[in-house]
């Protein structure tokens, strides 16, 4: 009978014993993430009208609350499934009927045999700057913090990554070699995703890309990247099928010679663009190189740095070239606006604060751009028919107080558009941050002020009874974030721009060809004064109240200048 | 490393070389063409004023712009009434965009006579005029079956029925397509679609066969009607009658008889060609199977006949006709 009891007693603690494990085990192999935010704008357009607008509704509201709700599951160590849904709810929805549901991520990712590492589904990507990369919008690289949460808003509902990577849905890995002598390391790269999809008279679009990296020591690795947007032919009744080859070649180096830092990064490559089965379509065939060099003195954080590019007027590389703003786009507050109801234009406002007017796919032509944000880069680094040189300079003090950088840039077209006059572009930019509260001795609330600049102009010779161009935009910022009780900030910022002058913009066909010029007179400025307070329960919550005033004037066009009155409120929560 | 580091040195030399300008080409549309003002910069000009197109001279305009713009030059003659129309988008007038070989582009040919020349711009308000002289006018090359101009050619055979007011006569009553004169073929005839016919015999022609190219894809045949105001019924058939077997004769039913069929719908002159090897089988005005050997043979053709035809119950109809040719390699350029 002890026996017997004895027995059951081991037994029940021994089933005990699994499910603790079992329960232990459970834990590690599923988890919750994501993130829950509640944003809420309250509009006021005030205009300055000969006559009173009275079709325009002036007071808009709008916002919504959201949960993305994440399950990672890890069925054993070397596979790890994510899925996210996004519960949505428009301010206005009511007993359910404004709820969306959306799938927002779902990817499967994992390792063969401890040695080739792959991802299907959701992948995010990017190879250099000329192959496959997500360039920063227009206006957000020096804007304030108070601006900058909207602008976080934006990148995450868009998938825009930190590290300047493009969403895609298809399959990538990975897996590298190692070596003993002579070099270090081979790493192979390789990814495919679809960027369109069958449809009638429309052949299936691919993006594939491959990186090889020879990394020969911790001073030296050279690449090769190679990657294709191509139509699959027969996938439709289409005969005529894209293809955008890209190829570059990649030299990263790197040497320290005691407190001195010197450091080059260079890529050079070609690109083909042309149809198959399509003759009246162009071919187009082009190169570019890319130099620079950065010399560091580490212990005072100084560095200076200079580059040279030269890009190919018929370099196309829709991996690199396109756009996160779609200009042809309009935004949803107050999109038409006076009696007449004119569309209104996208402003500084809506570029901050309106997701709805971001493109999400890779773009197999160059997009349209307005050249009052950026006529020098609006293809990011890798914008065809540039040439010349940047230099800069920049300081990071070891205590971590300031921060700064300066640049200025010399470009100049190497083909004309409509002329054989080439535009010359002119850059300087610089920004600072200061991390005010470490000056003062045992202060330890948050004290941060930064501000920033931008002034570029570009110029073009007239010719016979052409006008010149002469196009100069100015963006400036300054922002404050200043701790008064614990954790609780209050945040300022000005962000304007400003411009004026004449370019001519130039409308393409179905290839890419330019085939008019549009003149384009500007004279104008934009401005957006906010200030707010903003509470933060923890580095990843925070509760913000914010008021902004943002003003648009335009003196080509026939809208008035107009005001735009914000309160917004933002609660942020990832986990 | 060194190595490494001089590698880099030379990539990055050799981007600097790279600086580049290309200054051969632009990208687009001239700027100057698109908002540029307009002027001429050197005036319009003749180049041969007095030119004889039948000894195989040509003439051509001249002037530079202040920028590429769509320009038509008009030339009509004064007597014949023909107009020629050459345009273009240039900043210039030359040898090369503006030759004129005397052909016409709205019929009657031109004639030996002077001619208005205006020089137009699209969206452009200047007009520039002027005047050359014709001396003699082109001579367009091909087996002529006639112009009309020296009268009825014996050879030709011709049937016209007994109805009303019937007219198969060559007249001059109104400006003619070339020449001075041409064929008028009408008449009410309310009992049959034949209104009238004509034959032409190849041996009008100095032989068995008309002397064409054995090639049809070589040959054109070319005709000038005229459907006169209020004529809406007429409708011309030609028919190209081959000899297939050799024998010197047309047997009915066995060898290939092509056709054309000419509606007449709009009214003056208008210049009717085909190709000989598209001509087609027509049964009652409906494409058929071929009633020969289904092979185009401009070499062996016999016959041509030319047939008046209308609805009977549409009452009178009528047709001109002019200048009835055989071209070689093209199809005429009057």
């Known amino acids: 009978m002890k026996k017997n009891l004895l027995y059951i007693v081991l037994f029940v603690a021994n089933s005990m014993l699994q499910q603790i494990a079992s329960a232990q085990e459970t834990e590690s192999k599923f988890s919750l993430n994501g993130a829950a935010r509640a944003v809420l704008f309250s509009d006021d357009l005030q205009q300055e009208n000969l006559v009173a607008d009275t079709i325009t509704a002036p007071k808009e509201n709008s916002g919504h609350t959201l949960v993305d709700l994440g399950i990672n599951i890890r069925p054993n160590k070397n596979i790890e499934i994510q899925g996210m849904v996004r519960i949505r709810n428009d301010f206005g929805g009511f007993w359910g009927s404004g709820i969306t549901f959306d799938e927002r991520q779902l990817y499967v990712k994992g390792i063969i045999g401890n040695v080739v590492r792959y991802q299907l589904g959701d992948i995010n990507y990017k190879l250099t700057p000329y192959t496959f990369f997500n360039n920063n919008t227009e206006l957000t690289q020096i804007n304030p913090t108070i601006f900058n949460q909207f602008e976080e808003i934006i990148k995450y509902d868009n998938f825009y990554d930190a590290d300047n990577t493009w969403r895609q849905q298809g399959a990538a890995t990975d897996f590298s070699l190692q070596f003993s002598k002579y070099i270090n390391e081979i790493r192979f790269n390789l990814f495919t995703s679809r960027i369109q999809a069958t449809a009638p008279g429309v052949n299936e679009q691919l993006f594939s890309g491959l990186n090889i990296s020879l990394v020969q020591s911790k001073y030296a690795t050279l690449g090769v990247n190679y990657v294709n947007l191509y139509d699959i032919a027969g996938t439709s009744n289409n005969p005529a099928t894209f293809h955008n080859p890209v190829t570059t070649f990649t030299l990263d180096v790197e040497y320290k010679l005691k407190d001195w830092q010197l450091s080059g990064k260079s890529e050079a490559g070609q690109s083909k663009t042309y149809y198959d089965e399509l003759n009246e379509a162009p071919s187009l065939s082009d190169y570019f190189v890319d130099g620079s060099l950065q010399l560091k003195y580490i212990p005072a954080g100084v560095f200076i740095n200079a580059q040279y590019k030269s890009i190919g007027p018929d370099f196309r590389s829709p991996g690199a070239q396109t756009k996160r703003l779609d200009f042809n786009k309009y935004p949803r507050a107050y999109d038409r606006i006076t009696n007449d109801q004119v569309l209104r234009p996208l402003t500084m406002l809506d570029v901050f604060r309106d997701a709805a007017i971001y493109n999400l796919q890779l773009q197999k032509d160059l997009m349209l751009f307005d050249p009052k944000y950026d006529n020098i880069t609006p293809y990011g680094t890798a914008t065809p028919n540039r040439q010349g040189i940047t230099i800069g300079a920049g300081y990071n003090d070891k205590k971590e107080i300031f921060s700064a950088t300066a640049a200025y840039s010399m470009l100049t077209e190497i083909r004309g558009q409509g002329t054989f006059n080439l535009r010359t572009f002119n850059r300087v930019e610089g920004k600072l941050s200061v991390q005010a509260n470490k000056l003062i001795k045992d202060y330890e609330k948050l004290l941060r002020f930064e501000i920033g600049i931008m002034n570029d102009q570009t110029n073009r010779v007239g010719q016979e009874s052409v006008a010149p161009i002469d196009l100069k935009s100015n963006i400036f910022s300054a922002g404050i974030e200043a701790e008064t009780f614990s954790k609780l900030d209050i945040i300022l910022g000005i962000q304007s721009v400003t411009y004026d002058g004449k370019e001519y913009m130039p409308d393409f066909n179905n290839f890419g060809e330019i085939v008019y010029f549009n003149a384009y007179l500007l004279n104008g400025s934009e401005s957006l004064l906010g200030s707010g307070l903003r509470y933060r329960f923890s580095d990843a919550i925070f509760l913000s109240a914010m008021y902004n005033k943002f003003t648009w004037t335009d003196n080509t066009t026939e809208l008035p200048t107009y005001t735009i009155n914000e309160f917004a409120f933002i609660f942020q929560m990832n986990f | 490393m060194k190595k490494i580091y001089l590698l880099y040195l030379a990539t990055a030399l050799a981007a600097f070389q790279s600086c580049r300008k290309e200054t051969d080409a632009f990208d687009g549309p001239s700027l100057n063409d698109i908002y540029g003002e307009f002027s001429i910069i050197e005036n319009f000009d003749i180049i041969n004023r007095s030119v004889d197109f039948a000894a195989g001279q040509t003439t051509s ?274």
């Open chain 2, 61 to 334: 305009f001249s002037a530079i712009f202040s920028k590429s713009v769509s320009w038509q030059v008009k030339i009509s003659g004064l007597q014949s009434g023909g107009v020629k129309y050459i345009s273009g988008i240039s900043n210039m007038l030359d040898n090369s965009n503006s030759l004129w070989n005397g052909s016409t582009t709205n019929l009657p040919m031109f004639t030996s006579e002077t001619c208005a020349v205006e020089l137009t711009f699209e969206n452009e308000i200047d007009t520039i005029r002027d005047t050359l002289e014709v001396i003699s006018p082109k001579i367009n090359e091909g087996l002529l079956l006639s112009d009309f101009e020296t009268g009825w050619n014996p050879a030709w055979s011709s049937f016209v029925q007994s109805g009303a007011d019937m007219s198969f006569v060559i007249t001059d009553n109104i400006v003619s397509a070339q020449g001075s004169k041409y064929y008028d073929m009408g008449g009410a005839v309310d009992w049959d679609y034949l209104i009238g016919l004509i034959d032409i015999p190849g041996s009008a022609y100095g032989a068995q066969y008309f002397p064409l190219n054995n090639n049809p894809d070589n040959i054109y045949f070319n005709v000038l009607l005229n459907n006169p105001p209020g004529i809406t019924n007429s409708i011309v058939l030609f028919q190209f009658r081959e000899d297939d077997n050799g024998d010197g004769i047309y047997t009915d039913g066995a060898e290939d008889m092509f056709s054309i069929q000419v509606v007449m719908t709009e009214t003056g002159w208008q210049q009717i060609s085909s190709k000989y090897a598209d001509l087609a089988t027509l049964i009652n005005g409906v494409a058929a199977d071929p009633i020969g050997n289904g092979i185009h043979e401009p070499d062996k053709l016999l016959q041509v006949s030319i047939l008046m035809l209308a609805n009977p119950a549409t009452g009178y109809s009528q047709a001109l006709m002019d200048f009835l040719i055989f071209t070689d390699g093209k199809a005429l350029e009057p």
